[in-house]
């Protein structure tokens, strides 16, 4: 490994980063180049799904080749295939680089460049791999799963709990939070909540008007007059388009319907019970919880994930908290549900 392989990639992903919200199911992908002599030669990254991958974008902006026996880094391997755009392995040998740095291997089957690259002659080094997978979590779980990256927030006291046994819920966390939420929602192209929840809040889950709103509503218990149906795309799953499973909705169909119209994201929104079916069903891939400096103190109170008994605690849900934010006087807690 070189010296500044580490900082060169924490750049790709930074890179990388800038395509969040854009390049969907692509995945996010940064790249610098390395002259001969380790200067920088050019930067690039993936900006749009359909437009130029990153290896193409740095690539491109050389005018001569001054990168001939340098270093290309990149989080994700280079791709060998046609797609969209053509193979960036072919641009890599045509400009002579010496050594290519990856984040990860691309779980794409049909993406082979690293083989390609080593017949070519190329060195090939990979650094920072977990770091290069936690960037393109959904990308992996859209690619392997066929299913879309599903988040769910909740909005909780410090003992858990969601309403109070009489339904009453507002507000639980303070405007900071709630200001957020509404940020949130923008990065996802589908929110996704229940029918009871839209019957007991009648929330608008303010969207932009090209994402997507889906209610799960088996009974069709809702109607246009909710505020929730004011905008957006409304797909909404009933008896009358998904299968049933134990007399409810199948949770894991409405998801795979929810891929098929290029939905690779979904924020849920929802009470404890529909929570505490997606948690079990193993559909849930991060909760997003935000703690507000309460307690309710209170046997009935609803609790955010409220599922059957569960005898021992080491049948808990094993998480891993990978960010911790103070929101004013609350707490964002964002948490990866390990499988
Ligand atoms: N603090 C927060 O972050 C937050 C967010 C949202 C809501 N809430 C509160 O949550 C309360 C509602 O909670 P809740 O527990 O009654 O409702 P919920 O969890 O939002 O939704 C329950 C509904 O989801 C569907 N569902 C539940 N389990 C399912 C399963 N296993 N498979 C398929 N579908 C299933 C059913 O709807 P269908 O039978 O119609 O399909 C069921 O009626 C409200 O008081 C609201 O204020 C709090």
Not at 2 to 16: P, Q, R
Not at 24 to 33: E, H, K, R
Not at 141 to 154: A, C, E, H, I, N
Not at 160 to 167: D, E, L, P, R, V
């Amino acid at each position: 490994m070189a010296e500044n392989d580490e900082k060169y990639m924490k750049m790709c992903f930074a890179l990388a980063k800038k395509g969040a919200g854009k390049v969907a199911p692509n995945p996010l992908v940064g790249c610098v180049v390395l002259d001969k002599k380790g200067n920088i030669a050019a930067k690039g990254y993936h900006k749009k799904y359909g437009q130029n991958h990153a290896e193409r974008d740095a690539l491109l902006k050389l005018k001569n080749n001054e990168a001939e026996g340098g270093t290309l880094y990149v989080n994700l391997e280079p791709c060998s295939h046609y797609g969209k755009t053509p193979p960036c392995v072919d641009l890599i040998i045509e400009r002579k680089i010496a050594r290519v740095v990856i984040g990860m291997k691309d779980v794409n089957p049909a993406v082979d460049g690293i083989s390609k690259l080593k017949k070519a002659g190329i060195k090939v080094d990979f650094i920072l791999e977990k770091e290069a997978e936690f960037l393109n979590r959904r990308f992996i779980k859209t690619m392997t799963r066929k299913l879309p990256y599903v988040v769910l927030k909740t909005a909780t006291t410090m003992d858990g709990k969601i309403a109070s046994h009489t339904g009453s819920s507002k507000w639980i966390t303070r405007e900071e939070a709630r200001k957020l939420v509404y940020k949130m929602r923008k990065e996802f192209d589908c929110i996704l909540t229940s029918s009871n929840t839209v019957l007991a809040d009648n929330p608008a889950m303010e969207t932009t008007s090209n994402q997507w709103k889906c209610i799960l509503d088996k009974d069709l218990r809702t109607d246009k007059t909710f505020r929730i149906y004011s905008q957006g795309k409304i797909y909404i799953a009933s008896k009358e388009n998904t299968p049933l499973k134990n007399g409810k909705l199948d949770l894991e169909s409405v998801l795979r319907e929810l891929y098929k119209l290029e939905i690779y994201s979904v924020f849920v929104e929802c009470g404890g019970t529909l929570a505490g079916a997606l948690l079990k069903q193993g559909l849930i891939d991060e909760v997003y919880q935000f703690i507000a400096p309460k307690i309710l103190n209170d046997n009935s109170g609803l609790s955010c994930f409220s599922n059957d008994k569960t005898d021992e605690i080491s049948q808990a849900k094993p998480l891993r908290f990978y960010e911790i934010r103070k929101l004013g006087e609350d707490v964002l807690l964002k948490a990866l549900c390990i499988k």
